[in-house]
């Protein structure tokens, strides 16, 4: 987890081992977020949530950690982090996997202001931060 937020404000989600639980996770943020960004937002941080958890499952050898810091006044961002065991680090549009894909990072960088790595001491952490526009006539956080 990032230094910089309170463990108060991050949500966690421990993956089970072997069992891809994508969609479980997608419901999970939604809730977290439905009620503190707006759609188009929300539907950035799901895409955002859906690659970085999905690449932690086929490149990861091993998932380990959902958290998610929700937007709050003094910081208008969405961070999601994504733990998994292995230390190989991604490559921004190449895939290990096939040539066909790859480009699921390269969305990731297009949608968020800043994106990239923790290591830990087994694995590593990816990190994205998808900024939250204000919405007027909405009392901030």
């Given amino acids: 987890m990032d230094d910089h937020h309170p463990a108060s404000e991050v949500q966690k989600w421990v993956l089970a081992d072997g069992d891809n639980q994508l969609a479980e996770v997608r419901r999970w943020v939604q809730r977290l977020l439905d009620d503190e960004v707006d759609g188009d937002t929300l539907g950035d941080v799901l895409l955002v949530v859906t690659e970085l958890v999905s690449n932690a499952y086929d490149h990861g050898r091993h998932a380990l950690e ?26 921004l549009g190449r895939s290990r996997i096939a040539d066909t894909r790859g480009m699921g990072l390269v969305m990731v960088n297009a949608l968020c202001s800043s994106w990239g790595t923790s290591p830990l001491l087994v694995g590593k952490s990816v990190w994205a931060d998808i900024v939250v526009p204000e919405q007027p006539g909405r009392p901030e956080g």
Avoid at 73 to 90: K, N
């Fill in 66 to 91: 959902v958290r998610l810091v929700p937007p709050l006044r003094h910081r208008r961002l969405v961070r999601v982090e994504v733990d998994d065991s292995s230390s190989e680090l991604p490559v």
